[in-house]
């Protein structure tokens, strides 16, 4: 079965840290996997596809297939990085689209 | 540019009755969504559409129905409203399948006492 797995609820970090945020999937196929985010009082919204292989605001996120992780990294938080981010994976032959619990990430001063 | 809208905002029901959120897209996307999102379990998908009158369960379909007889419109029903579907509720759509982002409304807060 399709699942996506992001083991943190929340990962508070001062500014300037590094920020991992975790991302497992299970699918058995090619899978085609996301970043979204949310802001607060904002939709949410894509930050980055594993396809795009692109950094986005800093962040970065490498599919890696043998351990099945999706995990985002930035080196140097900001203040304004602080929102939940969401990754999810679609499944290309049935089009559904699945998210994981999410990580809130707070980044403090 | 519209977009993705969801309509009401904000609705509170009594348990029991039919409640009826409503989305709507004007970019003529194929796929659309419908999500619940519940603190400590994320988004989990309720329905998808891949076309209209292409409907399909996702994770957490029961109690709810949904619609698709035009492509633009992805009602989602609450046939009799509980407590447990108190949640906020989110609709998207995206243009395909595979990597194409998908964009997401404005939520609806339903509230169900």
């Known amino acids: 079965a399709q699942r996506v797995t992001q083991p943190e609820k929340l990962l508070s970090v001062f500014k300037g840290a590094p920020v991992e945020l975790k991302c497992n999937y299970s699918?058995?196929?090619?899978?085609?996997l996301f970043w979204y985010v949310q802001y607060s009082r904002q939709r949410l919204q894509l930050l980055l596809r594993?396809?795009s292989r692109e950094s986005i605001k800093g962040f970065t996120a490498d599919l890696n297939k043998g351990e099945t992780s999706f995990h985002l990294k930035k080196p140097f938080a900001q203040e304004e990085d602080s929102a939940m981010y969401y990754c999810?994976?679609?499944?290309?032959?049935?089009?559904?689209?699945?998210f994981g619990q999410g990580t809130e990430l707070s980044v403090k001063p | 540019d519209a977009g993705i809208t969801q309509s009401p905002r904000y609705k509170i029901t009594e348990t029991g009755r039919q409640v009826t959120l409503m989305c709507h897209q004007t970019?003529?996307?194929?796929?659309m969504f419908w999500y619940r999102q519940d603190l400590g379990h994320g988004l989990r998908l309720i329905y998808y559409?891949?076309?209209?009158?292409?409907?399909d369960k996702g994770e957490v379909p029961d109690g709810y129905v949904v619609s698709r007889s035009k492509t633009e419109n992805f009602p989602l029903t609450l046939e009799s409203a509980t407590r447990s579907q108190t949640s906020v509720y989110f609709c998207?759509?995206?243009?395909?399948?595979?990597?194409?982002?998908?964009?997401f409304g404005q939520g609806t807060r339903l509230t169900v006492v």
């Open positions: 998207a759509s995206s243009r395909q399948s595979g990597s194409t982002e998908a964009f």
């Open positions: 699918y058995s196929g090619s899978p085609e």
């Open positions: 594993h396809i």
């Open positions: 999810a994976l679609n499944d290309n032959q049935g089009g559904k689209l699945i």
């Open positions: 970019w003529s996307h194929s796929y």
């Open positions: 559409s891949a076309a209209a009158d292409i409907t």
